[in-house]
Antibody, heavy 122, light 112 residues
Framework: QVQLQESGPGLVKPSGTLALTCAVS?????????WSWVRQPPGKGLEWIGE???????NYNPSLKSRVTISVDKSKNQFSLKLSSVTAADTAVYYC???????????????WGRGTLVTVSS | QSVLTQPPSVSGAPGQRVTISCTGS?????????VHWYQQLPGTAPKLLIY???NRPSGVPDRFSGSKSGSSASLTITGLQAEDEAEYYC????????????FGTGTKVSVL
């Protein structure tokens, strides 16, 4: 079955750029899904960061839009997140996820990666 | 800056019924966008519990049910069990500010 696996540095310096990759295995990233990033600061709730379609179309959380870039690499069956100008407030577990749609039920996440903790600290 | 408000916590004894509310507005739930629910056990990724307001994925016990009315939605657990102790999140779409998927603030369910 399809699985998602996040990878990237666990520690990023303040003002630097956080960069993560999500590898999609067991299925194609070119399927009719949106591929998304969601984060969760320690002890807090979930925050949607943004998403990408295999065509390259993207949507971002308005509160993060100026700092976020999500890209897709179909040849490697993976998608990536870059978050610039990070501060301690960006410390969180970052999840990659798959949004699917069922007719009449809207778009929802049916598949999550295990998540990776990224700490912003000098 | 979630725009879906949930109670921080609810609790109940085993076998009881508990309900979690998810209150939105005219730019999200009230606009007709669907609501989905996720369960997050400690230290794990969230898991889909309810999609499209009322539908249960295969494998989710039928003691979990969802509903939606106006600008709000609810998740009900009938016959609470110890393994239901977890964090629960609603999720929808908001059309303001260019459009964005949004999560609720989260509710911790405790089994007494």
């Amino acid at each position: 079955q399809v699985q998602l696996q996040e990878s990237g540095p666990g520690l990023v310096k303040p003002s630097g750029t956080l960069a993560l990759t999500c590898a999609v295995s067991g299925g194609s990233i070119s399927s009719s899904n949106w591929w998304s990033w969601v984060r969760q600061p320690p002890g807090k709730g979930l925050e949607w960061i943004g998403e990408i379609y295999h065509s390259g179309s993207t949507n971002y959380n308005p509160s993060l839009k100026s700092r976020v870039t999500i890209s897709v690499d179909k040849s490697k069956n993976q998608f990536s997140l870059k978050l610039s100008s990070v501060t301690a407030a960006d410390t969180a577990v970052y999840y990659c996820a798959r949004y699917i749609a069922v007719a009449g039920s809207g778009w929802y996440i049916d598949l999550w990666g295990r998540g990776t903790l990224v700490t912003v600290s000098s | 800056q979630s725009v879906l408000t949930q109670p921080p916590s609810v609790s109940g004894a085993p076998g009881q019924r508990v309900t979690i509310s998810c209150t939105g507005s005219s730019s999200n739930i009230g606009a007709g966008y669907d609501v989905h629910w996720y369960q997050q056990l400690p230290g794990t990724a969230p898991k889909l519990l309810i999609y499209g307001n009322t539908n249960r994925p295969s494998g989710v016990p039928d003691r979990f049910s969802g509903s939606k009315s106006g600008s709000s939605a609810s998740l009900t657990i009938t016959g609470l069990q110890a393994e239901d102790e977890a964090e629960y999140y609603c999720q929808s779409y908001d059309s303001s500010l260019g459009g964005s998927r949004i999560f609720g603030t989260g509710t911790k369910v405790s089994v007494l």
